[in-house]
Every structure is written in C-alpha cells, then in structure tokens.
C-alpha cells in the first residue's frame, strides 16, 4: 500500500503563488509517474502537471508558463509551483502517483487540497 501526503493549499490573491507538495510512503520497488490534477465544482478533473521518472513534464494549456512540476526521487516527493493565480485555477487539487512494484503498476490518488483565488 502507498500512502500520498498533500499539503500547500490555501487562499491566496490573484496573481499570487502557491507551492503544492506531496510525498509518498509505503512498499513499492520506484515510482513511475507523479502528477497533479485538479477539480473544480461542477467540473471534470483535469490534469494539470505530470512529471516521469526520468524528468520528461507534461502542462496542461491553462497552466502552461505559470506552473512548473518538479520532483526529488530520493525524497519520494513532487511539488507544483503555481504562480500568477487567477480565478479559475480554483479547485481541489490531488496528487497522482503510479508506483512499480515486482509485479505491477498501480495508482494512487491524494485526498485533495484545496487551492481558492480570490480577492
């Protein structure tokens, strides 16, 4: 079993910044693939940043040149930096983590951090 501990979420000004973070605990043999999604009310969850173990990130267009995914293999950890917030990055943000074990991948999911942009 892998456990995801998310933190860094808060309310914050337009145009303000938040650095998401979120690290991984249990029995795996590596981790694959770290992300982060988001979800806002009555919305679908979206991607917004995925980052492989050999570094290679993916954006998605509204975060694109604002946010940036980083990760520390050693520490088991992700981060999102978001800076220039607006209003519509508003949402329930959840790290995604895909481990590797001896005999399969499997998916994990944080239980979601609340990220609010607002005067």
């Known amino acids: 079993q892998v456990q995801l501990v998310e933190s860094g979420g808060g309310l914050v000004q337009p145009g303000g910044s938040l650095r998401l973070s979120c690290a991984a605990s249990?029995?795996?043999?590596?981790?694959?693939?770290m992300g982060w999604y988001r979800q806002a009310p009555g919305k679908q969850r979206e991607m917004v940043a995925r980052?492989?173990?050999?570094?290679?990130?993916n954006y998605a267009d509204s975060g694109q040149g604002r946010f940036t995914i980083s990760r520390d293999n050693a520490k088991n950890t992700v981060w999102l930096q978001m800076n220039s917030l607006r209003s519509e990055d508003t949402a329930v943000y959840y790290c995604?983590?895909?481990?590797?074990?001896?005999?399969?991948?499997?998916?994990?999911w944080g239980q979601g951090t609340q990220v609010a942009v607002s005067s």
């Open positions: 995604n983590v895909v481990v590797i074990d001896y005999i399969s991948r499997r998916e994990y």
């Open positions: 249990g029995s795996f043999l590596s981790i694959n693939t």
């Open positions: 980052i492989i173990s050999a570094g290679s990130t």
